[in-house]
């Protein structure tokens, strides 16, 4: 199936590493022309090097939880390769484990970290969106969103970026803009979260993945990419406010 993302301009947050930097490598080989953008230099600079095909890829240093650093990053895909037409807002964190861990500081500071990244680089990029007359704006969320696990402020975040999205994405379709959201499970990549627990307490981990997930195993930021991948193409262009899980079954939620 082609994609029809030749040409097309993204900007991909937090992409030195994980599922953002597998997003965007997928957009490149599709042909997309391709923004990433992190805060770490030496990360961002190998990120870009390995990506490979018909697109090009850019990566300009910036923090995205910033308006600043959001209007950067958008202001540098369009000077770089003339427009936009596609953001995928992929930053993101968890905070206190626990309840009585949880109080307004770590909720700030979570909600600093995802929600407000992906509404400051939605603003920036919605004026060269409709300079062009549509786009596509995708958050990547988490099951944690849908339902209850995970930290109780990474929880709240995450059902908040899945709700803004679909109040964005009824509010923006007049101007031809699509928004949706999807909802990775428990993914393993290098210098991820669940590598570092695999590594600490291998024996839970496995206890977890015979418990929680029906094929036996974490997914992988290559699943992950290519659906987010398809869904941010024209291809998808009947996919607009829903959240779409991507767990290998491991959510509770219909």
Known sequence: MDLELVGKVAVVTGSSRGIGRGIATRLVGEGA?????????????EAV??????GRAHGIVADVTTAEGAEAVVRGAVESFGGLDIVV????????????????????????????????VSRAALPH????????LAFVASIWGREGGGS?????????????????ANGLAKDGIRVLSVAPGSTLFPGGSWERRSREDPEGIADFVERELPWGRLGTVDEIADVVTFLVSPRASWVVGTCVAI??????SF
Do not use: H, W
């Open 33 to 45: 022309d391709v923004v990433f953008c992190a805060r770490g230099k030496d990360e961002l600079d």
């Open 49 to 54: 090097a390995a990506a490979v095909g018909p």
């Open 89 to 120: 807002a992929n930053v993101g964190g968890s905070g206190a484990r626990t309840i009585e861990g949880l109080d307004r500081g770590d909720l700030d500071e979570v909600l600093g970290r995802n929600v407000f990244p992906a509404l400051a």
């Open 129 to 136: 969106f409709q300079a062009r007359s549509g786009g596509v």
């Open 152 to 168: 109780p402020s990474y929880n709240v975040a995450k059902a908040a970026e899945i709700s803004l999205a679909k109040a964005m």
């Open 247 to 252: 767990d290998g079954g491991q959510s509770r």
